[in-house]
């Protein structure tokens, strides 16, 4: 079992920067993929950015590359999304999961999941 618990969402303007952070406990985080997922009101889950908990390897979802960067601290077992130019279209509850690969994230499918954080972006 993993155990994952989000952080660091909040109220923010256009053009603003917010960082959200994901506490992992439970079995080793280095056995897996950890990731960034959303879904917006009225729409469905949606793939944000994922990221190798061994090697660092990223990859992102065409919406925020460019403007996101997913990182992770092995020593605090703790994930991260900095979060930069946000847009109104960013609104949504962002949700920190933990699969087997890439493919779990892109498809909407990780093994784990948060409770998710809400980011509203408005003026």
């Known amino acids: 079992q993993v155990q994952l618990v989000e952080s660091g969402g909040g109220l923010v303007q256009p053009g603003g920067s917010l960082r959200l952070s994901c506490g992992v406990s439970g079995r080793a985080a280095s056995m897996y993929v950890m990731g960034w997922l959303r879904q917006a009101p009225g729409k469905e889950r949606e793939f944000v950015a994922a990221i190798t908990w061994g090697g660092g390897s990223t990859t992102y979802g065409m919406p925020v590359r460019g403007r996101f960067a997913i990182s992770r601290d092995k020593t605090k077992n703790t994930l991260y999304l900095e979060m930069n130019n946000l847009k109104t279209e960013d609104t949504a509850v962002y949700y920190c999961?933990?699969?087997?690969?890439?493919?779990?994230?892109?498809?909407?499918?990780?093994?784990?999941w948060g409770q998710g954080t809400q980011v509203t972006v408005s003026s």
């Open positions: 999961g933990a699969g087997d690969s890439f493919g779990a994230f892109t498809t909407v499918a990780p093994t784990y």
